[in-house]
């Protein structure tokens, strides 16, 4: 069976920076088309944080931009967001989500929570 796995979340204060890891297995990163990050804070719907493709390309959510980093570490096989400046906004719970052809994988989720 398929895991990817999220790790990193946490409380953090205002201005604050986390680093959040996705890991899966070498085969699913060998396959990948792109490698996202989404959050769904309380109440609200999932939205997209943070894609990377398999050329390499980034792409963020307006509100990210400048402040995270989606960054691939193919040593380890995992994919990270580095997360910079955090703002109680940002409070919510943060998905991997890997795509290989027509399927999706995703992870449980790891809290993230911004507050003084």
């Known amino acids: 069976q398929v895991q990817v796995v999220e790790s990193g979340g946490g409380l953090v204060q205002p201005g604050g920076s986390l680093r959040l890891s996705c890991a899966a297995s070498?085969?699913?990163?060998?396959?990948?088309?792109?490698v996202d990050w989404y959050r769904q804070p309380p109440g609200q719907r999932r939205e997209l944080v943070a894609s990377?493709?398999?050329?390499?390309?980034?792409n963020y959510e307006n509100s990210a931009e400048g402040r995270f980093t989606i960054s691939r570490d193919h040593a380890k096989n995992t994919v990270s967001l580095q997360m910079n400046s955090l703002k109680p906004e940002d409070t919510a719970l943060y998905y991997c989500?890997?795509?290989?052809?027509?399927?999706?994988?995703w992870g449980q989720g790891t809290q993230v929570t911004v507050s003084s």
């Open positions: 989500h890997i795509k290989v052809g027509l399927t999706d994988y």
């Open positions: 070498a085969s699913l990163f060998f396959r990948f088309l792109t």
């Open positions: 990377l493709t398999r050329d390499g390309t980034e």
